[in-house]
T-cell receptor, first 110, second 116 residues
Framework: QKEVEQNSGPLSVPEGAIASLNCTYS??????FFWYRQYSGKSPELIMF????GDKEDGRFTAQLNKASQYVSLLIRDSQPSDSATYLC??????????FGAGTRLFVKA | DTGVSQDPRHKITKRGQNVTFRCDPI?????LYWYRQTLGQGPEFLTY????????KSRLLSDRFSAERPKGSFSTLEIQRTEQGDSAMYLC??????????????FGSGTQLSVL
């Protein structure tokens, strides 16, 4: 079992819709979780991080963490074509190193 | 530009040759990671350093791979006797870790390795 798992997609949503990206993790010792965005041919860049159970909002992005279910999600409201990218879920595992999932490709159709 | 520099950007080599990549992290960052990424996959953990100490190396990593971070500054990743399966993007990332929760990674542009 991989430490961080994501549905590779692609996920396709129309412009203006809500995109919902999901991630599960296996290490209950993981304390913090991150969402990175990676445009084609570019390196990952951090967009959200969350440490506590519940929701965390930043602009059009909301990260959700449920430690009991070992589940992390990212909601993107009012999706724009510029949001089209691969979204990488990452967890800081019990070994205190950052492990990434395989990423979910998101397409936002104009 | 994140402030993390990697050199070279591209490397083409023949099977069996040795290659070395360099990463210069953000100067005040104490942690440095090496990841490998192939098309359609997320970054795969290779190894990481806290200052000059190498804390962990992936169990999946061949002995042909070695990394150093002398004096806790720049780092090098060497691959000996390269194989075609080593072809990938090699990403370096750095972070300033003050406590166990604080791990925001800043990535370099990567080194694209092609083994012919």
């Amino acid at each position: 079992q991989k430490e961080v798992e994501q549905n590779s997609g692609p996920l396709s949503v129309p412009e203006g819709a809500i995109a919902s990206l999901n991630c599960t993790y296996s290490d209950r010792g993981s304390q913090s979780f991150f969402w990175y965005r990676q445009y084609s041919g570019k390196s990952p860049e951090l967009i959200m991080f969350i440490y506590s159970n519940g929701d965390k909002e930043d602009g059009r992005f909301t990260a959700q963490l449920n430690k009991a279910s070992q589940y992390v999600s990212l909601l993107i409201r009012d999706s724009q074509p510029s949001d089209s990218a691969t979204y990488l879920c990452a967890g800081n595992t019990g070994g205190f190193k950052t492990i990434f999932g395989a990423g979910t490709r998101l397409f936002v159709k104009a | 530009d994140t402030g993390v520099s990697q050199d070279p950007r591209h490397k083409i080599t023949k099977r069996g040759q040795n290659v070395t990549f360099r990463c210069d992290p953000i100067s005040e960052h104490n942690r440095l990671y090496w990841y490998r990424q192939t098309l359609g996959q997320g970054p795969e953990f290779l190894t990481y350093f806290q200052n000059e100490a190498q804390l962990e190396k992936s169990r999946l990593l061949s002995d042909r791979f070695s990394a150093e971070r002398p004096k806790g500054s720049f780092s090098t990743l060497e691959i000996q006797r390269t194989e075609q399966g080593d072809s990938a993007m090699y990403l370096c990332a750095s972070s300033l870790v003050l406590d166990r929760e604080d791990e925001k990674l800043f990535f370099g542009s990567g080194t694209q390795l092609s083994v012919l």
